[in-house]
């Protein structure tokens, strides 16, 4: 499936972080493909949102947010999810504001109908694929780190830990947008792997 070009919108720059995102004909595409109906993957905050409130208040929802490249750890918390929730939805979204400005953002792997194949086949009812501009308007495509955002969540002592150490402002970015997400999903419950 190709890509989304937004050489316009990158202002023509080459980047192949504008190679994240999915268009709505790349949805149709996908959708018809893997034979599910297309509102179930939600392009825009819109979209989730009017899927989010059209559910009864007495239904769960789990959320299990990934950034693609799906393996067997996203794999369980998709069964997870499906068994303790009325429904289950998840995010594919590569989030630049996690990568510093040395990593290489437009090299980590992008593969949506493959993605979007295992997350229906492994209980998801929804997923949700925004655009990086939804999600950090102002941005561009390229931005890394801190450039993509002004505003961050910030835990405190947790940059010295783990991949914190090896990679600083890592889980800034990383709270940042898992805050973003559970704000926009408003989830029962929310299913995260280890790092």
């Known amino acids: 499936v190709a890509t989304r070009d937004l050489a316009s919108a990158a202002g023509g720059a080459g980047d ?11 949805r149709k595409e996908i959708c018809a493909t893997l034979g599910v109906p297309e509102e179930r993957v939600m392009l825009s ?7 989010r409130t059209s559910l009864p208040h007495t239904e769960s929802v789990g959320f ?10 996203h794999l369980s918390l998709l069964d997870h999810s499906r068994k303790a929730n009325d429904h289950t939805v998840s995010s594919i979204f590569v ?12 090299k980590y792997p992008r593969q949506p109908a493959r993605d ?7 209980g998801a009812d929804r997923v949700f694929v925004p655009h990086q501009l ?16 002004k ?7 947790i940059d010295i830990e ?10 800034r970015g990383v709270a940042t947008v898992v805050c973003k997400l559970l704000n926009l999903v408003q989830p029962t419950r929310l299913y995260l792997g280890q790092k």
């Open 162 to 171: 783990s991949e914190g150490s090896a990679r600083p402002g890592f889980f």
């Open 16 to 26: 192949a972080a504008r190679n994240a995102f999915v268009t709505p004909e790349q």
């Open 64 to 73: 299990v947010p990934t950034m693609g490249a799906l393996h067997a750890g």
């Open 151 to 157: 505003t961050h969540v910030v835990p405190d002592g």
């Open 116 to 122: 979007l194949e295992l997350m229906f086949a492994n």
């Open 134 to 149: 939804d999600m950090y308007p102002g941005s561009t495509f390229g931005q890394t780190s801190t450039q993509v955002t």
């Open 45 to 51: 905050i819109a979209e989730l949102r009017a899927w």
């Open 95 to 106: 989030n630049p504001a996690q990568f510093a400005p040395h990593e290489d953002f437009g």
